[in-house]
């Protein structure tokens, strides 16, 4: 399969309302990177950070007064363990099957079995003890607006840590796959175990909680108009509502990996058109 980082990505910004999801967890997004997407591998390529001390001087162009270091990242308390599915996948009590003793799981921190539809791709994202780390809300992000650099790239206002992540991505067949967090042979650390050994299961555990497997990206609203010719673009109200869910700019993917356009030949509704222009390719003239 070709793409299959991007058709995981696309599944799970599905299942979660526009969050996305990072293939590689052990390579961390903070929060307060920005930057913008590889359209071809779906991955965000960071271009600097808001709490980076570099930065303040574009805050000091739009406000003196402000420092980043006066509102550090918030790290709200552990939830409990976060299992993000998307369409045809289906999650199952734990049976391991006959080959394997239960008496092995007993200790598990987690196990479940998900079961796989067949003639499609499904997506599963397992987080232990997740946390998530944000920004301040409602108190930074009106600022951040105001920085013209900001236009077209995407900001990651908050990121889900956690101590221990599986991902899979299914074939197109129909299966059954069991996966349990167990207490590690060697040392104090946890491990994952998984009846399936598909190219497209990546586990791990991290003892420090630094792992980010899911995390949210904001673009600025570009709906902020002049009242008048001439006049200043008036700055936005307080709070975080100026920045949305943005379009990262790749078209859809098949359950094989290949570009998969939404319109059909030359043919784009008006709208879509007008949207796609501005939400989507602004992301690359930065």
Same mark, same amino acid.
């Given at each position: /399969?070709?793409?299959? +980082?991007?058709?995981?990505?696309?599944?799970?910004?599905?299942?979660?309302?526009?969050? *996305?999801?990072?293939?590689?967890? $052990?390579?961390?997004?903070?929060?307060?990177?920005?930057?913008?997407? @590889?359209?071809?591998?779906?991955?965000?390529?960071?271009?600097?950070?808001?709490? @980076?001390?570099?930065?303040?001087?574009?805050?000091?162009?739009?406000?003196?007064?402000?420092?980043?270091?006066?509102?550090?990242?918030?790290? @709200?308390?552990?939830?409990?363990?976060?299992?993000?599915?998307?369409?045809?996948?289906?999650?199952?009590?734990?049976?391991?099957?006959?080959?394997?003793?239960? $008496?092995? *799981?007993?200790?598990?921190?987690?196990?479940?079995? *998900?079961?796989?539809?067949?003639?499609?791709?499904?997506?599963?994202?397992?987080?232990?003890?997740?946390?998530?780390?944000?920004?301040?809300?409602?108190?930074?992000?009106?600022?951040?607006?105001?920085?013209?650099?900001?236009?077209?790239?995407?900001?990651?206002?908050?990121?889900?840590?956690?101590?221990?992540?599986?991902?899979?991505?299914?074939?197109?067949?129909?299966?059954?796959?069991?996966?349990?967090?167990?207490?590690?042979?060697?040392?104090?650390?946890?491990?994952?175990?998984?009846?399936?050994?598909?190219?497209?299961?990546?586990?791990?555990?991290?003892?420090?909680?630094?792992?980010?497997?899911?995390?949210?990206?904001?673009?600025?609203?570009?709906?902020?108009?002049?009242?008048?010719?001439?006049?200043?673009?008036?700055?936005?109200?307080?709070?975080?509502?100026?920045?949305? @869910?943005?379009?990262?700019?790749?078209?859809?993917?098949?359950?094989?990996?290949?570009?998969?356009?939404?319109? +059909?030949?030359?043919?784009?509704?008006?709208?879509?058109?007008?949207?796609?222009?501005? /939400?989507?390719?602004?992301?690359?003239?930065?």
């Amino acid at each position: /399969m070709v793409r299959a +980082e991007r058709k995981y990505v696309d599944l799970i910004r599905q299942s979660t309302l526009g969050l *996305f999801a990072n293939w590689d967890p $052990e390579n961390p997004i903070k929060v307060g990177s920005y930057g913008r997407f @590889d359209l071809d591998t779906s991955r965000f390529t960071v271009l600097g950070n808001i709490y @980076d001390p570099e930065f303040q001087v574009l805050l000091d162009a739009v406000h003196g007064n402000f420092k980043m270091s006066d509102y550090p990242p918030e790290l @709200d308390p552990v939830e409990q363990d976060m299992i993000v599915t998307s369409t045809g996948a289906r999650k199952h009590i734990f049976d391991p099957g006959p080959n394997t003793k239960k $008496e092995n *799981f007993k200790k598990a921190s987690f196990k479940m079995n *998900f079961k796989f539809l067949s003639g499609k791709r499904s997506a599963v994202l397992i987080m232990h003890k997740p946390r998530l780390q944000h920004i301040p809300r409602n108190k930074v992000l009106d600022v951040l607006y105001r920085i013209p650099e900001f236009n077209g790239l995407f900001i990651v206002p908050s990121v889900y840590k956690c101590r221990a992540w599986s991902i899979y991505l299914s074939s197109k067949l129909e299966e059954i796959v069991s996966i349990a967090l167990l207490p590690s042979k060697v040392g104090f650390d946890l491990e994952w175990w998984c009846s399936s050994h598909s190219d497209f299961l990546r586990q791990g555990t991290d003892k420090d909680g630094f792992a980010s497997p899911l995390f949210s990206g904001k673009q600025k609203l570009p709906l902020i108009r002049r009242y008048m010719r001439g006049m200043p673009v008036p700055d936005p109200e307080p709070g975080d509502k100026f920045w949305i @869910d943005g379009c990262p700019g790749w078209e859809p993917v098949d359950e094989d990996g290949y570009d998969d356009p939404i319109w +059909e030949e030359d043919y784009e509704p008006n709208v879509a058109r007008v949207w796609r222009r501005i /939400m989507c390719k602004s992301s690359t003239q930065w």
